[in-house]
Nanobody
């Protein structure tokens, strides 16, 4: 019953900014780590940023200093603020969440369907 839905993707010029959102819904007991991944044409999916339930963050070297990940636990939502965008940031961005559905079960990873981000040169 868990569903992750991304939004906020679109077209932006190099040097511009964009904010992505991902909301988790359905049967959820708790959410541990959340993160953003991306997949560019002809490349494998790669980690962009992660954030723990305690708000500790980790970033890929390619986006460090430009992107900021955050979350709102009350809304089951994770955000990715992207600044100083470059053409190489063009990709489909996917939301990920490690979710425990009941008190008696372990956590499992869930994925959204992705949102397209295109940065023009």
């Amino acid at each position: 019953q868990v569903q992750l839905v991304e939004s906020g993707g679109g077209l932006v010029q190099a040097g511009g900014s964009l904010r992505l959102s991902c909301i988790a819904s359905g049967r959820i007991f708790s959410i541990n780590a959340m993160g953003w991944y991306r997949q560019a044409p002809g490349k494998e999916r790669e980690l962009v940023a992660t954030i723990t339930s305690g708000a500790y963050t980790n970033y890929a070297d390619s986006v460090k200093g430009r992107f900021t990940i955050s979350r709102d636990n009350a809304k089951n939502t994770v955000y990715l603020q992207m600044n100083s965008l470059k053409p190489e940031d063009t990709a489909v961005y996917y939301c990920n969440a490690d979710i425990t559905r009941t008190t008696m079960t372990s956590s499992h990873p869930y994925w959204g369907q992705g949102t397209q981000v295109t940065v023009s040169s």
